[in-house]
């Protein structure tokens, strides 16, 4: 029983410190699609984000040949990198609503 809640209280202290660092942390923006990026650092918590800028940072690489309509799909519940290239195409300058996942918000709990 001892273990058990020792390991809790370690368990809700890294939670509250993980929560910190994403509420208070300043981020370096390093891609080309400055604006998105910045979004997507005050939307997410910080361990999404790092996984979010992975797919901003495909998009800054892709060269498109050719143009058609197929659907776009998610990447564990955020904006795939296909995504965000079509964002960076049309000139959207924040991550819509409707492509966050709640649960990866900053402000899930609230």
């Known amino acids: 029983m001892h273990n058990f809640?020792?390991?809790?209280?370690?368990?809700?202290?890294?939670?509250?410190?993980?929560?910190?660092k994403s509420k208070f942390s300043e981020l370096v923006l390093?891609?080309?699609?400055?604006?998105?990026?910045?979004d997507a650092a005050k939307i997410y918590t910080m361990e999404i984000f790092k996984?979010?800028?992975?797919?901003?940072?495909?998009?800054?690489?892709?060269?498109?040949k050719s143009r058609f309509s197929r659907g776009l799909s998610y990447s564990r519940g955020f904006p795939s990198s296909?995504?965000?290239?079509v964002m960076k195409?049309?000139?959207?300058?924040?991550?819509?609503?409707?492509?966050?996942l709640s649960r990866w918000a900053k402000d899930a709990k609230i």
Request: aromatic content about 10%; hydrophobic content about 40%; proline content about 2%.
């Open 30 to 38: 390093t891609t080309h699609i400055r604006l998105i990026e910045s």
């Open 5 to 20: 809640e020792q390991a809790l209280r370690e368990s809700r202290n890294y939670e509250l410190v993980a929560n910190f």
């Open 89 to 100: 195409e049309e000139y959207v300058d924040h991550i819509p609503t409707s492509l966050v």
């Open 51 to 64: 996984e979010v800028k992975d797919e901003i940072m495909k998009a800054s690489a892709m060269i498109v």
């Open 82 to 85: 296909n995504m965000f290239y």
